[in-house]
Structure formats: C-alpha cells, structure tokens
C-alpha cells in the first residue's frame, strides 16, 4: 500500500488492517464522524443472516499510518437490521441516529440513537408512530436537530405510497410531515439525500 501521504486526492487504495474486520454484508450503514476520525457500521445482511451489531475503522492519523477495526457492540436486537439509514446527530456528534430499514420478517419505521462513548442503543421511538410508514432504501440527512426522510422501498422493487418530506425532532422525539413547495420527486428508493 502507498504511504497515506504519498496519495493524489482521489485515489483510490486497498487498506489494511491487522484487526479482524466484519462479515462481508450488504445494506448496512456507515457513517464518519470527524471528532473521533472513526466510520461506523451498523447492521446489514448477508444472504444467511441478518447483523445486529456494530463496527468501527479508525482512520489512520498524522502519527499513524494504521486501520484498526473494533466491534463495539456484538448482539442487540435493535440493530438486526438492513437497508435503513443512519445520520451523525446535528447537535450531538457523540450520536448516531439510525432509522428503518428491515429484518427478514418485518420493514420497520422505528428511531434509535446509538451514543458514542458509552457505547449503548436509546430507543426514540415516539409512542404514536404512524405518520411515517415502514420503509427500506429511503434517504435521509440530519440538520437544524431533526433527522429529515424522504420515500424509500415498501417491498420489492415497489416504493412507498408517499413523496412527503418527515422530519423528526431530536428533541421532542416527534414526526411532523415538512410542508414543501414546489413538485415533489416521484417517490422512489435507493437514493441519496
């Protein structure tokens, strides 16, 4: 492997690790966060199993060239998930908070923060949780203390019956539904937002 210093932007590389990295998977979430200079797994699935824990890669620093992979949580049943989404909390970045996605009986439509530094899951799950439908493959991006989502997978290659914009509330851990001008985009799944 080239020296990270050595490297054009934008280059591509092979990394390795010395540390034992997860099983290969699909679905699953990453998300960086520049404080700690960590990627963070959670979930996903192969075609045996579906995952329900949680990775890290911490990124090599100015002193240190090395990859480190560290499994930070091995079983909790609110991770056993696959195609939800997961977002750097807006003002918190010792939290992540994830969203959705699947197991192999059930779409969900539930919320839950994964804290950073003590390594547990929080279910923010508002009690009357029917506004936004379960759903896979949807997008969804954290600002201004609410984590927005927008369309996604029902089942299959077929979307959900909505074009709504939700946001949720980090504070209050309440769905609203985000009045937008404007024509929508078709619903879809599988994109970015």
Known sequence: MP??????PFEWFEIHSNS????????HSSTFTRSSSNIYIIGGANPSECFADIHSLSLPSQTSETFIWTKLIGEDSA???YEHSAA????????????GGASTENNFNDVHVFNIPTKTIENWT???????????????CCMQ?????????FQGA????????????????TWSCVPAHGSPPEQRHGHCL
């Open 88 to 99: 750097l909390s807006s003002d918190n970045n010792e939290q992540i908070i994830f969203f």
């Open 126 to 140: 508002p009690q009357d949780n029917k506004l936004v439908s379960p759903r896979t493959h949807h997008s969804s």
């Open 3 to 8: 020296s990270l210093t050595s490297l054009s």
């Open 158 to 173: 077929k979307a959900v019956d909505d074009a709504e914009l939700y946001r949720f509330d980090l504070v209050s851990h």
């Open 79 to 81: 991770l056993r998930r």
């Open 20 to 27: 034992r990295s997860p099983q290969l998977r699909i679905g």
């Open 145 to 153: 203390n609410g984590l927005y989502i927008f369309s996604g997978g």
